[in-house]
């Protein structure tokens, strides 16, 4: 059956009809929320449900802006249409498509046995190139072969990039700018907690999915925590600025209570960052009791874990903080 669907159309490009329909779709969220992008793209494909094109943009939606539920339903979704369409092209094509960048060598494979199906399926051949192509899994030989076969098959289209960006850091600049000013709606803390957010998308989008190396995910993991320090102390610095320390207070004991449980041994960075954020804001606050305790906490580390550079850091804060 798959070969005879692809005998008459390979698959290249959306028809007319579909690219119409596509473009209604917001290429982001905007104002639309996920849910709302998932559930226009799910009544599109029950309209058309043989069109690999609608089922590829509901499935890169959901690997752009999806959490882990959300690729967990729709693997479970495509698993079962799969099953349901024992030995078809397409749908073994798309359960194949929703592995790739989770378990990508068995995407790969999966597309391997489309080909077997269907020789035809230019759109296997697409999945093949952008694997072989990404710096996890590159392989030149083979992508060369791959965009060869699609682009015979479909002269004019286009191989996407994988993986693709990910999204940006947050962004603080705009909540600096507030901080100390009167606040009456609490824009600062929205704003701190939206890039603190995007972060966490940050962090969800290279955890789970294995385009990136365990290097640059434990990398990236630590500049989100890193910068989660930097979020919580302007907040703690703007609510004191503007006389709240009511608010100030109940975060910057979630700051304390947090730098407890980081394992120095095992984060020392993250620690390290930590400590120095609380030093800082214990001494703006005049807290002398616990600038010394976390100074103690940053020595007793490092009286375990040698670092000459840390030293040096560590006796600059001493020689500025300790006796505030």
Known sequence: MGFARSAQ?????????????LEKVPPDAGNATTEQIVETLRALRSRFPDDPFIHSRYQDVINERGVEG???????????????????????YLYGRTLEGRMTLQAASTMEEVLELDPGFALAHRTLAEIYGSPRFRDREKEGTERSRFQQACPGSVIPVQPLPLPRPGDFSAAEQLVGRDDPEDRVAELVYRALQQDEWRLQRIRLFDWYTAERKKRIALEVQARQWKGWSLLVRHYRAIHRDSKAQPVLAEMQDRFRRIRGDRNPDLFWTAGTALVELHAEG??????????????RFLAVKLDSKRSAELAKLKSKYAAR
């Open 70 to 92: 959300h690729l967990h339903r729709m693997f479970e979704e495509y698993l079962a249409l799969k099953i349901e369409h024992p030995d078809d092209a397409l749908h073994l």
């Open 9 to 21: 159309r390979p698959y290249c490009e959306p028809s007319a009809e579909v690219r119409q329909e």
């Open 286 to 299: 005049k807290q002398a009791d616990a600038v010394r305790e976390t100074l103690w906490q940053m020595e």
